[in-house]
């Protein structure tokens, strides 16, 4: 009979198989790098097959078994952090440690408040933040490094629970002298001819702000012209008060300091769905549910009023 895996050694095969780098996936787990592939060619050999394919250099390429084995080590990793979730609900409620991953759309506007009001309400539960994309913060989540997830909906989230808390509208930014801000309101389609700035790959508000503007040049035909990409919201406000495009941004972002200082105009968007609906993500059927849904009104900023958001 083959020896079990370790929970180690799953570990660093899908810590490996979300990140593609040895250097990357050995920092996430807090070991060397050498002790990481060590790990997994011992995996390798206890299982007596090839995991990785290592004639291609230094890029990190599984092998179809690999990617196969890496899909039922993080379910295995899932189970386990089950066994954890009921010990940990077992004892008194809203204690013990909170691993929270939140998208960086969110995160800035949000947790300086949470991070205060929680420890408050609940002094003997300790909060540990993971700020990534969406992407990558749902598949920590499924392989156990997370509890909890603060995103933004829609996304591909099908696999967890989720409880929706607000809904966050998109506003269009422009400068003070755009022909548009001389409008109350932007109807969707006035964009459709508009240069507009995005965040760059793996953001979901940028997957969100593209959906709109395919909406919008439906009404017409819009120039060929490329966007500009940015890696934050504060290089997003930049480029537009620098007259290189225009921008959607959620409220949740205009309402922070975020533009203060820059000579530009906000609208609403009319036309279209034109907002994101903010909540939170745990695994299926986890015991710490009660806990989760507890906290969430802490999530909530104090400015929003309209929370009844539940199913929708």
């Not at 390798?44 to 390429?61: A, N, P, S, T």
């Not at 986890?286 to 009023?305: E, G, L, M, Y």
């Amino acid at each position: 009979m083959l020896p079990m895996p370790s929970a180690q050694q799953l570990r660093y095969l899908v810590t490996l198989a979300e990140l593609r780098h040895f250097g990357r996936a050995a920092r996430a787990c807090a070991v060397t790098q050498s002790t990481l592939s060590a790990g997994i060619l011992a995996l390798e050999r206890q299982m007596d097959v090839r995991l990785l394919d290592r004639d291609v250099g230094k890029k990190v390429v599984f092998t179809p078994l690999g990617d196969k084995v890496v899909v039922r080590a993080r379910a295995a990793l899932e189970a386990l952090q089950g066994v954890l979730d009921v010990a940990v609900a077992s004892r008194e409620p809203m204690s013990g440690l909170l691993r929270l991953g939140v998208i960086p759309t969110i995160g800035p506007f949000v947790m300086p408040a949470l991070v205060r009001r929680l420890p408050e309400a609940y002094p003997q539960l300790r909060l540990s933040l993971n700020e990534d994309m969406t992407h990558n913060v749902m598949e920590k989540l499924a392989a156990g490094r997370l509890d909890l997830v603060l995103l933004a909906m829609p996304c591909d989230c099908a696999d967890s629970e989720t409880l929706p808390l607000w809904r966050d509208p998109f506003l269009l930014v422009m400068p003070r002298g755009h022909a548009l801000a001389r409008l109350p309101e932007v109807p969707v389609r006035s964009i459709a001819h508009e240069r507009m700035i995005l965040l760059e790959d793996g953001h979901c508000l940028r997957e969100q702000t593209l959906a709109l503007c395919r909406q919008a040049r439906s009404w017409g035909q819009p120039e060929d012209e490329a966007e500009c990409t940015v890696s934050s919201l504060y290089t997003m406000v930049e480029m537009v008060a620098a007259g290189m495009g225009l921008a959607l941004l959620p409220r949740l972002a205009v309402d922070s300091p975020l533009l203060a200082g820059q000579d530009l105009v906000v609208r609403p968007v009319t036309g279209a769905q034109a907002w994101r609906t903010i909540g939170l993500a745990w695994r299926p059927r986890s015991p710490r549910t009660a806990d989760f849904q507890t906290i969430a009104p802490f999530f909530v900023p104090d400015s929003i009023t309209d929370t009844n958001l539940a199913g929708k």
